[in-house]
């Protein structure tokens, strides 16, 4: 890796990052003679070495791998929406011009591109930059730019964290993987891939060092950094996926007895005032961070407006409700006019956003996991959308609402219509206007100890002691006023389930459902789309190695899935 774009994270930490930027690039320009500046080495490139030397360097550093673990959700406008669809929860509907992605036969193969820009985002990205930070923290050279020995040990926990992070997300998807623990001095091609197990083996060693460096919290100029509990969330995964349960279940009760983190169970926050609930008031915005009062957030993607970097390279905010939320402004009804449209102006109007409908919930989502639980907090009018009013005053259907005898087509019911989280609503992003229209600048969970509880819950279950199990199942459902599960209750089913009431826009449901071994058998139980559930077999289990990183490899034969 020669070059480094660097970006920030968050504007406050933006103010620090540019000072260190210009002494970095700009050395030898103030208090040097003409004879230095005649042998000056240049230093304006960008190097590993040229900005791995100094804390400021490695501060740079962290903030731009930092963001390239946000560019797994923002790299483009659609790749991430692979970890929701072509599952139990969700699905591509009717999407136009993108790709239908939903014949198995034909949508997932080695030459496709969502795999393929998975596996640079691991191999070009991720992994390169966590090496460096890991190598570079412990050179010599590099000894005396440190207080201590916990200060440069914090350093490098942080690069294996995210290294963890990124090998659990490609044993996850793709099972054997190639395993890089170096950073390369010249270019390679004879890599094999190391079995899933060895994998997890090496995520595992990173998260236990992260879980015992990674600094308990950090302060609001630094939120979207690792922490502690973080290491102990994914090592708890990390853990179950090895079949250690014991191991998962000492690591989540670290963090969860850690006194540091607990449920929400009481209104907080922006907005807290207003009607809601305790889980509503989680996804309201500005209500993500620790420095908010959540006690529940562990790790978060950070969303900015007006700043460079502050919303990924695609630049767009978070289009969550763009994806997930239907497709409502194209309706059109009997008499040709627009049953709802966009209008700031409109109550409402300007926190529903804009959908497009783009990924649907599948009846599974909408009404098979709540039919025991209709009243479930997690199911109230503040965390699911399913009542609509037409709000164009020039319709002849205004203010009237909608059901399903209005329908005039499949793609009404399909994408224009349907219920949906309300998680993903938020006031637009740079006032809706121009390209961001329909984006919000919200803030996303990548990890809240509501999971935690639910891991520990499956380690407990595949460990066969189910009281333990129900009792954290419970935990969860409690603050959702849902009522008590006993042990014969809980099965991996029931967890999966518990798992989509909780996180359902959260989770990335292929990833845990591929991890959990189940996602064929899921998908042909409950998958909204008949030619997914009539295409997928059992080699889908695993993504495909892409074809362009086989046939680069030339130095050896990089193994394809078998059934590819």
């Given amino acids: 890796m020669k070059t480094l774009i660097i970006t920030s994270y968050n504007k406050k930490f933006m103010k620090g990052l540019l000072l260190p930027l210009v002494i970095c690039i700009l050395p030898g320009l ?22 791995l030397n100094s804390k400021a360097g490695f501060e740079m550093y962290l903030s731009g791998l930092v963001y390239q673990f946000r560019e797994e ?43 393929e820009t998975y596996w640079e985002w691991a191999y070009v990205k991720m992994i390169p930059m966590a090496n460096n930070i890991i190598k570079f923290a412990q050179k010599s050279e590099n000894s005396g730019i440190w207080e201590s020995e916990a200060e440069k040990n914090a350093v490098i926990a942080e690069g294996k964290f ?17 395993i890089i623990e170096e950073a390369l001095p010249a270019p390679k091609f004879d890599f094999i891939r190391a079995p899933r197990r060895e994998v997890y083996e090496l995520a595992r060693a990173d998260l236990e060092f992260a879980s015992q460096w990674l600094p308990e919290t950090v302060d609001e100029n630094k939120e979207g950094r690792a922490v502690k509990a973080a290491a ?54 500005g209500n993500f961070n620790r420095s908010s009062g959540n006690m529940e957030s562990i790790l978060v993607w950070q969303i900015e407006e007006f700043m460079e970097g502050g919303t990924g390279s695609y630049g767009r905010g978070n289009n969550f409700v763009r994806g997930f939320a239907p497709f409502l402004v194209n309706y059109r009804g009997s008499d040709g006019k627009y049953g709802w449209i966009y209008d700031p102006t409109l109550p409402g109007s300007d926190t529903m956003g804009r959908g497009a409908g783009f990924v649907r919930p599948s009846n599974y989502a909408l009404y098979d996991i709540w039919q025991n639980d209709w009243n479930d907090m997690r199911n109230s009018r503040y ?14 259907l205004y203010g009237q609402k909608w059901d399903n005898s209005y329908a005039l087509s499949e793609k009404d019911t399909s994408r224009r219509v349907y219920g949906y989280s309300l998680k ?38 595949r460990k066969g002691e189910k009281a333990s199990a129900a009792a954290d199942i419970n935990v969860v459902r409690d603050r959702a006023n849902a009522p008590a599960i006993s042990p014969g209750d ?44 009539e295409t997928v077999e059992e080699h889908n289990r695993f993504w495909p190695v892409p074809q362009s990183a086989i046939d680069e490899n030339t130095g050896a034969v990089l193994e394809q899935n078998p059934g590819y």
């Fill in 30 to 51: 103030y208090s040097c003679n003409d004879e230095e500046l005649l042998n000056q080495v240049s230093k304006s490139e960008l190097t590993d070495a040229s900005v």
């Fill in 73 to 115: 959700w923002q790299v483009d406008d659609l790749t991430y929406w692979t970890q929701f669809t072509c599952t139990d929860m969700y699905n591509f509907v009717d999407p136009e011009e993108r790709p239908q992605r939903d014949d198995w036969r034909l949508d997932y193969t080695p030459e496709s591109d969502f795999a």
């Fill in 162 to 178: 995210f290294r963890a992070w990124t090998y659990n997300i490609l044993a996850n998807l793709f099972g054997d993987a190639i």
């Fill in 232 to 285: 102990q969330h994914l090592l708890t995964e990390v853990c179950i996926s090895l079949g250690e349960y014991d191991a998962a279940i000492i690591s989540a009760s670290n963090l969860i007895n850690s006194g540091l983190y607990h449920l929400m169970t009481d209104r907080f926050g922006n907005f807290m005032n207003d009607p809601g609930d305790p889980f509503s008031d989680l996804f309201k915005d």
């Fill in 383 to 396: 965390n699911m959308r399913r009542e609509f009013y037409f709000n164009n005053p020039e319709s002849s």
């Fill in 424 to 461: 993903v609503e938020g006031p637009f992003f740079q006032g809706g206007e121009g390209d961001f229209k329909g984006r919000t600048s919200k803030d996303l969970y990548v990890i809240r100890l509501a999971e935690t509880y639910l891991l520990r819950a499956e380690a407990y279950l």
């Fill in 490 to 533: 809980v099965t991996l089913e029931f967890i999966l389930d518990e798992r989509a009431r909780e996180l359902m826009t959260e989770e990335p449901r292929t990833r845990t459902l591929i991890r959990m071994g189940n996602l064929v058998e899921r998908v042909r139980l409950y998958d909204p789309d008949p030619v997914s559930r």
